[in-house]
């Protein structure tokens, strides 16, 4: 029913710079918050940076000052500006999104995960 696709990822050295992009797709009425989180080998799934509709955003303390989430609303489409990369952001990027899906019975909420992206920061 609603597809997340996310691009962006890659291999980059440290100190330089990534985008990522998240696209919802779908039988969608609306997105209210949509985040990226990160999963590193042996680690647990955690939060980067989160952006509501209304475009309040958070970030771990981590990225803080080093990436940007952005999003346009008309495009259903989540960003996140990286910069300053450093090898511990190395991990899979995963796009996730708390949206109304329309349905029979009226808009219904849903929490939607893409299928990730690796992001490699060499040193």
């Known amino acids: 029913q609603v597809q997340l696709v996310e691009s962006g990822g890659g291999l980059v050295q440290a100190g330089g710079s990534l985008r990522l992009s998240c696209t919802a797709s779908?039988?969608?009425?609306?997105?209210?918050?949509m985040d990226w989180y990160r999963q590193a080998p042996g680690k647990q799934r955690e939060l980067v940076a989160g952006?509501?509709?209304?475009?309040?955003?958070n970030y771990a303390d981590s990225v803080k000052g080093r990436f940007t989430i952005s999003r346009d609303n008309a495009k259903n489409t989540v960003y996140l500006q990286m910069n300053s990369l450093k090898p511990e952001d190395t991990a899979v990027y995963y796009c996730?999104?708390?949206?109304?899906?329309?349905?029979?019975?009226?808009?219904?909420?849903?929490?939607?995960w893409g299928q990730g992206t690796q992001v490699t920061v060499s040193s």
């Open positions: 996730h999104a708390e949206l109304l899906l329309n349905t029979a019975y009226g808009p219904k909420g849903y929490s939607y």
């Open positions: 952006i509501t509709s209304g475009g309040n955003t």
């Open positions: 779908g039988n969608i009425f609306s997105i209210n918050a």
